[in-house]
Each structure stands twice: as structure tokens, then as C-alpha cells.
T-cell receptor
């Protein structure tokens, strides 16, 4: 049983498309993180949120605490957005999703 | 700021040897996390420290693993003795306060032969 489920597992998009990655969780949490892992392996924390919505450039993250669901949106996608996006939640413990592999084609 | 610094970047060792991974968090950050990433299990939290004190080590796989944080600017993760199944990328991350983003190091790629 996975405490954090992400969908889709893999996603291929054309440059410029609007992209949505979903994350559902089954545990009580204090915060949810969206992480980006580049092909070289480095991990960057994109967002940490516990309610509502956050925006940074072309990235938008939303969370619905009642529905235990979060989405990461990328507007006007670009090949440099190609990466694995990982959802993680913190509560009593840390739980990670298995990641969504995004490829943006020029 | 140089970010979270991990060393070494790569470590290749033989089964049974002791391995020590090092991490220097961002100055001023009071929480430090050790993670392991494998293809099979993805990212897993091993242990985290708040103000140099271990808070949750429930993710440490077994007694062969130990972590220390002797001061606010340095932490080690030790595996003794190492086994091939310990082969993974080990990440260190730090943050300041309860409501801040995590900052990750570049990771240590460990291969145990």
C-alpha cells in the first residue's frame, strides 16, 4: 500500500502544452512537497505547501486538504522542464510518491 | 551560499568495508535530513535531525547504519559493514524552520561490490 500515489507515471508533452501532475495521499500531513529531479540526479524542492495555492514562474501547485490531493501545473512547458517530479508528504513520517517522469518534446 | 555540500560524490567500496558519507548543511539551517534513493524503492527518508538532535531514525534500515550530527555544520552517515544492497544514491537536505523548503545536496552515489 502506497501512502502517496502520483499520476501519471510517465508523461510526454509537446513544447508549449499545459501539464498537470497529480498527487493523492492517504495519511494526515502537516505539509506537502513537490520535488524536481533532473536527469543528472540533482533534486530541487519546488514547493512546500500546507494549504491553498503557490505560484513560481510557470509552475503552480495546489493542495486540497479535505480531498487529500495536490496538483502541480506547468504552463507553457519547455524541454528544460523534462525531469522527474516527486510528491512527498510530511506528517508523523515522510512519505514519497514514486515520481512522474516528464518529457517535453521541442 | 554554496548550498548543501555532500562528499564524496562517488564511492565505490567492497562488501564489508566501512563507508562514511558527509554532509554540510546550509549555514543557519536547523534541520538536516538523510535520504536514500534506489530504483526499486525510490526516495526514502533515513533519519532527520533538528538542532543537531536525531528526531526520527525509523527509516534507518538496520544497525549497520548510523548517523551523527556533532555540530550545526556537519553530519555523517556511516555504514559498517557495507553490503551490495546498500548501493544507492544518498542525499542530504537541510531547511530552516518548520515551514521552509528543503534544499538538497548533489548526492553521493554509493556502489558496494
Amino acid at each position: 500500500k502506497n501512502e502517496v500515489e502520483q499520476s501519471p507515471q510517465n508523461l510526454t508533452a509537446q513544447e508549449g502544452e499545459f501539464i498537470t501532475i497529480n498527487c493523492s495521499y492517504s495519511v494526515g500531513i502537516s505539509a506537502l512537497h513537490w520535488l524536481q529531479q533532473h536527469p543528472g540526479g540533482g533534486i530541487v524542492s519546488l514547493f512546500m505547501l500546507s494549504s491553498g495555492k503557490k505560484k513560481h514562474g510557470r509552475l503552480i501547485a495546489t493542495i486540497n486538504i479535505q480531498e487529500k490531493h495536490s496538483s502541480l501545473h506547468i504552463t507553457a512547458s519547455h524541454p528544460r522542464d523534462s525531469a522527474v517530479y516527486i510528491c512527498a508528504v510530511t506528517g508523523n513520517q515522510f512519505y514519497f510518491g514514486t515520481g512522474t517522469s516528464l518529457t517535453v518534446i521541442p | 551560499d554554496a548550498g548543501v555540500i555532500q562528499s564524496p560524490r562517488h564511492e565505490v567500496t567492497e562488501m564489508g568495508q566501512e563507508v562514511t558519507l558527509r554532509c554540510k548543511p546550509i549555514s543557519g539551517h536547523n534541520s538536516l535530513f538523510w535520504y536514500r534513493q534506489t530504483m526499486m524503492r525510490g526516495l526514502e527518508l533515513l533519519i532527520y535531525f533538528n538542532n543537531n538532535v536525531p528526531i526520527d531514525d525509523s527509516g534507518m534500515p538496520e544497525d549497520r547504519f548510523s548517523a551523527k550530527m556533532p555540530n550545526a555544520s556537519f553530519s555523517t552517515l556511516k555504514i559498517q559493514p557495507s553490503e551490495p544492497r546498500d548501493s544507492a544514491v544518498y542525499f542530504c537536505a537541510s531547511k530552516q524552520g518548520a515551514s521552509e523548503k528543503l534544499f538538497f545536496g548533489s548526492g553521493t552515489q554509493l556502489s558496494v561490490l
